[in-house]
């Protein structure tokens, strides 16, 4: 995939100077009660491409994006991009125009009349043909510009009118942060430093066969903690009291760990726990079993010190999931120690895979110690699970 990326143009491959320039962003950010933005990294990342379009002459930067999951029927106040164009704006020290649609006669009139060089379009979202790829609304999307750019890393593995369908009427290149986000997660399992290990977290393993399985030849060693470990223990044989579960899948985690053991794959597990009685109190305490009647919420002291050996020899590190249930203080200690140890590391690539990864890393302040931290948790996923991403494979090759 990362080989198919580096034959797919860039906003760099086209004259914009003087054409209208519709992009694709991820503008999908968290909001407060108050639509207040409480994580502005997707606006920040979509910086550089479109300081580019405007700093190289396009006559017109127009954005497109969604937020949130509006039911697709009109207008939704608590969907709105205004939270967005406020921000922007302040980001961007220049005038930001906020239409209230994204499509139709009126939308034109609007760009065609403006004064201001940036325009955001309204949530795309708030019409069922963005998310069915509608052909008539990508053309219509198209009608708006001259030329495409897809810079939403975060919807790349959806084909959606707004990054795969808009592709069929307009020069169709890749922005900054696409290009960069597969660079980084392209060489880290492609063509890594090694060695390659990589931390795989979160609470099912079946979110993660997939990447289990395009894992093990590539990577040195693997790392398995979160809620997906238990049934790994399980199909060892320990015990692991009421702690999750996903029994269909044992006898998986048994035969990902034979493949790994014939690959010469180390499979690290959680060898202590942090244990409670309820999954809602935080009265705990570290174990080396988890009894019945007891679940485990984090990884204890002793598996801490394991995972940092590991982590010590490599030189790629890829993590994708918590350790723990990190939303929580009392079971946040796991992910917050490998955190800090990953952030201590000199001469060492350290790719965070979006999603809660992501979040835990922001929720300790450590985001500007990591080398890369993508802004796409499912698209980085599958990207890293070596599946095709519809918003990248439509966009035009290098001649």
Request: some cysteine.
């Amino acid at each position: 995939m990362n080989g198919v990326f580096m034959q797919k143009m860039t906003i760099r491959d086209v004259n914009i100077k003087g054409k209208k320039v519709i992009i694709r962003v991820d503008f999908n950010v968290p909001l407060d009660e108050s639509f207040h933005i409480t994580d502005e990294r997707r606006i920040t990342g979509a910086l550089p491409t479109i300081q580019y379009a405007l700093s190289n002459g396009a006559s017109k930067v127009i954005l497109m994006s969604h937020l949130g999951r509006p039911k697709g029927v009109g207008f939704e106040k608590e969907f709105s991009l205004l939270p967005v164009a406020k921000r922007l704006q302040e980001l961007l020290k220049e005038k930001v125009l906020l239409l209230n649609d994204c499509v139709g006669p009126t939308v034109k009139e609007a760009i065609a009349k403006s004064s201001e060089r940036v325009v955001l379009l309204e949530n795309l979202r708030f019409h069922k043909e963005e998310e069915k790829n509608d052909p008539a609304f990508a053309k219509e999307l198209a009608s708006l510009a001259d030329i495409y750019v897809n810079d939403a890393f975060g919807t790349a593995h959806r084909a959606h009118a707004s990054t795969a369908g808009i592709t069929a009427y307009l020069p169709s290149v890749a922005g900054f942060l696409i290009e960069k986000e597969l660079q980084y997660l392209g060489s880290a399992i492609n063509n890594p430093k090694r060695p390659l290990c990589v931390i795989l977290g979160g609470a099912k393993v079946s979110d993660k066969i997939e990447l289990i399985k395009n894992l093990i030849p590539k990577a040195n060693s693997i790392i398995i903690g979160g809620g997906m470990a238990y049934t790994f223990l399980k199909a060892q044989g320990i015990g692991i009291g009421n702690s999750k579960l996903e029994k269909d899948k044992v006898d998986l985690a048994r035969e990902l760990m034979e493949q790994a053991k014939k690959a010469g794959v180390e499979i690290s597990l959680t060898t202590d726990f942090v244990i409670t009685q309820s999954f809602t109190s935080d009265d705990c305490k570290i174990s080396d079993v988890i009894p019945d009647g007891w679940e485990s919420l984090d990884i204890g002291p002793k598996t801490i010190k394991k995972y940092e050996t590991i982590l010590s020899k490599a030189k790629t590190i890829v993590w994708n999931g918590p350790l723990g249930v990190f939303e929580r203080d009392a079971y946040a200690k796991g992910t917050r120690a490998i955190a800090d140890y990953l952030a201590s590391l000199k001469d060492v690539t350290v790719i965070i895979g979006g999603g809660d990864s992501a979040a835990a890393v922001a929720k300790f302040g450590l985001e500007d110690k990591m080398t890369h931290i993508s802004t796409g948790g499912g698209a980085s996923l599958e990207f890293l699970e070596g599946k095709e991403l519809p918003g990248i494979a439509a966009l035009n090759d290098k001649k």
